[in-house]
């Protein structure tokens, strides 16, 4: 069974950082893409980065480029998001999200159950 | 990185078909077939119900069906149940690489 577990959520000042991680299990997790997509409080799913298999390409929204860096360790079988000089803006529920495939435009056939990210003084 | 555009809400009767429509652009939703809708109950995760414009995962009733003409994507679900009634979104790959649509409030009368 597929399963995708977030962790590190919280809260955290304005101009903070946070590392918000995502555990794989149930399947190959070398083999596929991973992204995370997120969404603010009573809003709408937004994506947010995209990590490539072996991890060596790396996509971003423009409103995370340069603060966000998505990695992952295939060891660990685990996604991350190291998420810095966060704003009001960036509040939300965090969903790690597994591709279909390898490809980068396989769709997103499993999800986390999300961990909130407050951003607040 | 603009968001597709869907309807805010649609409504339907048990029994009657809907369609939810979601408008791209030559970079996404008319350049790729990579057009895929997620349902969402409140408080839980999205779950996908078409990828690949049309495709249907194993397990989503035959009801739900996907096309694409040009930059617009639609999700038609016919015979209408009450479990019908949800958040969904569209989503395009866009090169960039992806792009959700603001979704669509779905509510059975």
């Known amino acids: 069974e597929v399963q995708l577990l977030e962790s590190g959520g919280g809260l955290v000042p304005p101009g903070g950082s946070l590392r918000l991680s995502c555990a794989a299990s149930?399947?190959?997790?070398?083999?596929?893409?991973m992204t995370w997509v997120r969404q603010a409080p009573g809003k709408g799913l937004e994506w947010v980065s995209t990590l490539n298999y072996i991890g060596g390409d790396t996509y971003y929204a423009d409103s995370v480029r340069g603060r966000f860096t998505i990695s992952r360790d295939n060891s660990r079988n685990t996604l991350y998001l190291q998420m810095s000089s966060l704003r009001a803006e960036d509040t939300a529920l965090y969903y790690c999200a597994k591709h279909d495939g390898a490809n980068l435009g396989s769709h997103f056939d499993y999800w986390g159950q999300g961990t909130l990210v407050t951003v607040s003084s | 990185q603009s968001a597709l555009t869907q309807p805010r809400s649609v409504s339907g009767s048990p029994g009657q078909s809907v369609t939810i429509s979601c408008t791209g652009t030559s970079s996404d939703v008319g350049r790729y077939n990579y057009v895929s809708w997620y349902q969402q109950y409140p408080g839980k995760a999205p779950k996908v119900m078409i990828h690949d414009v049309s495709k249907r995962p194993s397990g989503v009733p035959d009801r739900f069906s996907g096309s694409k003409s040009g930059n617009t994507a639609s999700l038609t679900i016919s015979g209408l149940q009450a479990e019908d009634e949800a958040d969904y979104y569209c989503c395009s790959y866009a090169g960039s690489p992806w792009v959700f649509g603001g979704g669509t409030k779905l509510t059975v009368l």
């Open positions: 149930g399947f190959s997790f070398s083999s596929f893409a």
